[in-house]
């Protein structure tokens, strides 16, 4: 028995001894190290056209991909120009419920460059964004580096 089952006793009758509370504290380590244990066990790594994934033991999976965006910026609104960017392609595995999921731009070819995300999810089966990246002038050619991650359950 350990802390939890017979502090919620409705007589208090089991007894708060040095035993009992020394028994109780191992548990209580042990289980913590198995958690952790279990957590931090991965049983699959993979990639594939769509990007890496990493299934642990808890049935949490991570999906990531780095993508380049090669485009122009010569869309002008007032005084900035810009290009809109819609992604839409299948993840490297599938999830079974919606994951959580992110995008951020981890470069560009050029320095004075901003990135406006509007819309990024992720399904079970596909990553869906639509961005713009904007500019002081237009870019004729013009290369940006994405990261996309997504964190969600595969069992």
Not at 101 to 127: F, G, H, P
């Amino acid at each position: 028995m350990n802390y939890t089952d017979w502090k919620n006793l409705p007589d208090r009758t089991t007894p708060l001894t040095a035993e009992n509370l020394l028994n109780d504290i191992n548990t209580t380590k042990e289980e913590i190290k198995n958690l952790k244990t279990e957590i931090s066990k991965i049983v699959e790594y993979g990639s594939n056209e769509n990007g890496e994934y990493i299934k642990f033991s808890n049935g949490i999976m991570i999906c990531t991909k780095t993508k380049s965006f090669s485009t122009s910026i010569e869309t002008q609104s007032g005084s900035i120009y810009y290009t809109e960017i819609n992604n839409d392609e299948s993840l490297p595995q599938s999830f079974v419920e919606d994951p959580i999921y992110d995008n951020i731009t981890l470069s560009t070819s050029e320095n004075w460059i901003m990135y406006i995300n509007i819309v990024d999810r992720a399904t079970k089966t596909k990553w869906h964004n639509r961005f713009y990246l904007t500019s002081n002038s237009t870019r004729h050619s013009f290369t940006a580096i994405c990261k996309f991650i997504a964190i969600g359950r595969w069992k």
